[in-house]
């Protein structure tokens, strides 16, 4: 098998202490079928770096792992809830590191963020009613 060279760094590359604090959350492969050549920090470099630059998936550089290899564990993730996870323990390891509690304590929720009630009947309520013409007698 040819040794693989090194690929450059990108800037939405994770640091090796951003990637011991989420690498237990992600998971190995799935068991059964042809083993996988790229390791899950490959993997979500590429789904970093796909997100933040917001092209096409055919569009992932060569020397990250075949975009068809990194689009199914995105979506595999998301459906698992990986990524839900993730961001937990990173939002929960943050609040610690400023010094305040894990979970917050309490909520502001204004106009703008609370969607107001939508009522169907307001806009039947305007609409012109029809007539029979069997009751018109015309």
Known sequence: M??????RRYPTDLTDGQWT?????VPDASPGGRPRRATSRE????????L???QAWRLLPHDFPPWQTVYYDLRRWQGEGVWERIHHA?????????GREASPTAAIIDSQSVR????KGAVAAMTRARRSRAVNGT
């Open 52 to 54: 933040r630059g917001g």
């Open 2 to 7: 040819p040794r693989r060279r090194l690929r």
């Open 43 to 50: 993997l979500v470099n590429a789904i970093l770096y796909m």
């Open 116 to 119: 107001t009630a939508d009522q």
């Open 21 to 25: 604090a989420i690498a237990e959350l």
């Open 90 to 98: 990173v939002l929960v390891a943050d609040r610690e590191r400023a």
